[in-house]
């Protein structure tokens, strides 16, 4: 079948039509700032988010940055 959406798909639709607002993202906006600074200026770097390898949700501690579909 064409142009119809997999499973997975759905899931990702459905998990980001459940997100809600984040209300005091005033708070958070200085850290995101940096984050994209540090990339900017290479001091930070991206790695891809792995599952197979065993790294889950669970696996992402307090206080790191994700990408969300990145």
Excluded: H
């Amino acid at each position: 079948m064409r142009d119809v959406r997999s499973n997975a798909g759905r899931s990702a639709a459905d998990e980001i039509a459940a997100a809600t607002r984040c209300e005091d993202f005033a708070t958070f906006k200085p850290r995101f700032e940096q984050v994209q600074a540090d990339l900017d200026a290479s001091i930070r770097t991206t790695g891809r988010f792995v599952r197979d390898l065993g790294t889950s949700k669970a696996d992402i501690k307090q206080g790191e940055f994700f990408i969300v579909g990145g």
